[in-house]
């Protein structure tokens, strides 16, 4: 079959018009209608999409300076489905850009949701500015108004395989997901008690072609609609890092797209970015397996370590106590669960360090929890797992939620953003959300699958690190103790 041809409507095409017009609409424009718009409106655009000499499509669009609406864009029903759509489309954005077009509009039905799907791909927006449309046919349709600003539309592509999972996602304009595609390792690593990184490499090895397909084919999008590949570069397992890179760099080369290298941390504190926009100044808590961090941002993209610890991880933490109590890997999500049962009817230590300090250690706290079990088997007491997991959850809590209190309060932040694996526990979420309220500080928290390793994250990251310039080589390299500022 021969390719279609876009081709500007004639007088002579009206009458093919009509059979798609009529087939397409329940209250389709009369012949007069396309006649006027052909032949006296200076706005008006009408292409045709021609197929081995059948006219199966048509679209419409007016543009008046810098406005472009799309009044109708239709095929015939037997050619839906095939792209054809999406072709005229495509070519009707190309042309109101170079008309001078930076705001595009169209409504659609309401109850066509495949070509609501094309369009938000595109990046419309449901529900824009629906006043700013000049053309509106009242009555014709049940329809939404979707609006495009299409000097915006920025797809960034994220890699993250910093530790135990592998990750492709693609981001929006830095804000909106498009595709989010998560492998994760948890199961292999399970009955060693923690991440091995020799096996993670080889899974990330092994998972990162067909998550990467699996994205692309999720996102509806083309290579060619992709602005920049964005990787973690740090920190992280130095050869589970190296196959994300090794990956974005392979495609950045053969696509010839831009490589942008991101912080994992900085990934972490932009999935808030994809529930609500951010405000400055900032603070961000992150609490990973890997991290325990207060992190101030006075502007994007740039990050100030106001705090960190000075041994264990709080999720560390958290899975060497769930071991200790024979809870399965990761042990965070376990102790959460059993902490809400227990009673917190131990006195754990809690580090406060110096009084000025936000650093924070729970190698301490650690140690007491093991004491405190040995002690119990010495004497044949019985182990109360929920209430040793209730004590030493409201030990950690206790810490971070003071810490990040005196910090927001010192640095009189507008937001207050939580990150990380561990900002999925329950006890910290509601410590939080109990310290943040009365101060009338917005507390973000993203959702669970935000929380853990994504590339999302990464994708939302990269764009402000892609939009700020930032960009990398192909002798790129992975830097396993890669510092945020
Ligand atoms: O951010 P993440 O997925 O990976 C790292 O970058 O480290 O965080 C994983 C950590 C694990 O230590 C896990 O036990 C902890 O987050 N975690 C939790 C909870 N869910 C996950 N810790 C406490 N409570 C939870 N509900
Ligand atoms: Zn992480």
Redesign the pocket.
């Known amino acids: 079959m021969n390719e279609p041809l876009i081709r500007p409507m004639a007088l002579a095409d009206i009458e093919a018009v009509m059979k798609v017009e009529t087939a397409t609409y329940t209250s389709p424009w009369e012949r007069h209608i396309f006649f006027q718009e052909l032949s006296q409106n200076f706005h008006a655009h009408y292409y045709v999409l021609e197929l081995e000499g059948e006219v199966i499509g048509y679209a419409g669009m007016w543009v008046v300076v810098d406005d472009a609406q799309i009044t109708n864009i239709a095929i015939l029903p037997g050619y839906r489905g095939k792209k054809y759509g999406e072709q005229l489309f495509r070519f009707m954005v190309g042309k109101a850009v170079i008309l001078g077009a930076v705001h595009l509009s169209l409504e659609v039905r309401v109850s066509n949701h495949i070509a609501q799907r094309m369009y938000s791909k595109f990046g419309l927006v449901e529900g824009g500015h629906s006043q700013k449309l000049l053309f509106r046919q009242s009555g014709r349709c049940d329809c939404n108004v979707g609006d495009i600003e299409m000097k915006n539309a920025t797809y960034i592509l994220g890699i993250e395989t910093?530790?135990d999972?592998t990750a492709v996602a693609i981001v929006r304009n830095g804000t909106e997901i498009v595709a989010n595609v998560v492998a994760s390792q948890i199961e292999s690593h399970k009955r060693f008690g923690g991440v091995v990184p020799e096996i993670a490499s080889r899974h990330h090895v092994e998972q990162i072609t067909v998550v990467l397909e699996d994205a692309m084919k999720q996102s509806e999008l083309n290579w060619e609609d992709i602005n920049a590949i964005a990787v973690t570069q740090g920190p992280g397992l130095v050869g589970a890092l190296l196959i994300g890179v090794s990956a974005a760099k392979a495609l950045a080369f053969a696509k010839q797209k831009p490589l942008v290298p991101v912080h994992?941390i900085a990934g972490?504190i932009y999935a808030n970015r994809l529930v609500q926009e951010l405000e400055f100044p900032l603070l961000a808590l992150v609490v990973?397996?890997?991290?325990t961090e207060l992190v101030l941002m006075k502007q994007h993209g740039q990050f100030e370590l106001i705090g960190e610890t000075r041994d264990d991880?709080?999720?560390?933490a958290?899975?060497k106590v769930?071991r200790m109590l024979d809870m399965p890997y990761?042990?965070?999500?376990h102790?959460?669960r059993q902490a809400a049962e227990g009673k917190i009817s131990i006195d754990f230590p809690r580090a406060w360090l110096e009084p000025d300090s936000f650093d924070f250690s729970f190698s301490g706290l650690k140690s007491a929890v093991i004491n405190t079990i040995h002690n119990a088997r010495q004497r044949g007491d019985r182990l109360e797992k929920a209430d040793i997991a209730a004590s030493f959850q409201e030990s950690v809590v206790d810490v971070l939620t003071a810490k990040t209190r005196r910090a927001a309060e010192l640095h009189q932040v507008k937001q207050v953003l939580v990150a990380?694996?561990?900002a999925?526990?329950?006890g910290?979420r509601t410590a939080l959300e109990k310290a943040f309220k009365p101060m009338g500080i917005p507390l973000l928290i993203p959702p669970v699958k935000l929380?853990?390793?994504n590339a999302a994250m990464i994708a939302a990251a990269g764009t402000i690190a892609y939009e700020q310039g930032r960009r990398a080589g192909l002798e790129l390299n992975a830097d396993p103790s890669l510092s945020l500022q």
């Open positions: 910093s530790c999972e994992h972490h990973s397996g890997g991290h991880a709080a999720g560390e958290y899975d769930a990761p042990g965070g999500p102790i959460d990380g694996g561990v999925a526990n329950r910290l929380c853990t390793d």
